[in-house]
């Protein structure tokens, strides 16, 4: 089973592709990325939450092959503040 792991920061993102067996978890499948070259510098295993593709799960979550498991985390600015800002500049 093939999974896509996407994390992002406010100026990068990373992506790649885990093989996993089947009745893989959201958890099982962050400490196997979190292997990979790609996460090796990030904060992948301190994620405020996951989604899949766009929905919300938890790390007990049974992944599907060809899933899209997004790492979520905290905003550091709330969204609707800063189009507050940039619409009075």
């Not at 992002?8 to 592709?17: D, L, N």
């Not at 885990?18 to 295993?45: H, P």
């Amino acid at each position: 089973m093939r999974i896509e792991v996407v994390y992002a920061v406010s100026s990068r993102s990373w992506s790649a592709f885990v093989d996993c067996e089947d009745e893989c978890t959201v958890a099982q499948a962050i400490e196997m990325a979190s292997e990979l070259d790609e996460f090796r510098n990030t904060s992948i295993n301190r994620a405020d939450g996951y989604s899949v593709w766009g929905k919300v799960v938890d790390e007990s979550h049974l992944l599907s092959d060809g899933d899209r498991l997004e790492v979520l985390r905290k905003l550091t600015h709330d969204p609707m503040q800063l189009r507050r800002l940039n619409a009075k500049r």
